[in-house]
């Protein structure tokens, strides 16, 4: 199956093969989640070149809870070999983290990979995944702040330009 979305923040960013909606955190013009579940999320004007004019900001939540957005993809089956990229960029030497899971249609969850960062530039981040996925599966795009036992407004995450394609 194809999917032919649009992802990035403008008709130039239009990806044919792109299996994401929202991936820049705009809709017309505004700042939106839309497609995301969100914990801990806000705007931030401060994005990497091509970003449009928005990015997420996560804060860490305090502990048990977690600054985090999730993007889930279904409908995938066979063996789908599949690129994840993300803009991250950490304030207060805080971690933050994209993290690609698969949840089977029997709710077994496994992390395919993972990549962080806690550098105050945007820095790109590209996970690479192969996997065979059966009806009733699905692909999720966690991005994280994390938990902190204090939450300190100093310390946060900013996320942009996610896109996901097949390979």
Known sequence: MALAVVVGCSKEDELADALMTNGSFELNGNFSTEDWTVSGGSSSADVPTGGGSYALRLDPQGFPGEGYAE??????????DITITAFIKAFGDWPGSITIRKRTADNVLTVLATASSNTNVWEEKTL???????EGDELII???????????????????LITVTQN
């Open 128 to 134: 690479a995944i192969s996997g065979n996925f059966e």
């Open 71 to 80: 993007y889930v993809i279904s409908g995938l089956t066979g063996t789908q």
């Open 142 to 160: 966690k991005l994280s702040a994390g938990s902190t036992e204090i939450p300190v407004d100093t310390k946060y995450v900013l996320f942009d």
